[in-house]
């Protein structure tokens, strides 16, 4: 089978853009564990007395986004 320019070319593309899903899942042990802790301590919030004066509820929405935060971390590699 005679490849072509293009064949090159979409190859090329294909083995970079692997390369770099491989290295955003890289195994990052630092970034996981504070996942756990982040996830932790929003257990902990939920179980917590619903009125702080609002901030329990603040602190799990900032916890939420901390998540999110590194989960795209994560995501863009190391």
């Known amino acids: 089978m005679k490849l072509t320019k293009r ?3 979409v190859a090329t593309a294909a083995a970079a ?3 770099s899903i491989a290295t955003a899942y890289a195994a ?9 802790f982040l996830r932790s ?5 939920n179980q ?3 009125n ?7 602190a799990i929405n900032l916890i939420n986004q901390a998540i999110e935060e590194v989960r795209l971390g994560k995501m863009a590699g190391s």
């Not at 990052?28 to 756990?36: E, G, T």
């Not at 702080?52 to 603040?58: A, F, L, P, T």
């Open 28 to 36: 990052q042990p630092h970034m996981d564990k504070a996942l756990d």
């Open 17 to 19: 853009i692997a390369g």
């Open 7 to 9: 064949d090159v070319i």
């Open 48 to 50: 917590a007395t619903p």
């Open 41 to 45: 301590a929003r257990s902990e919030l």
């Open 52 to 58: 702080k004066g609002g901030h329990r509820v603040k």
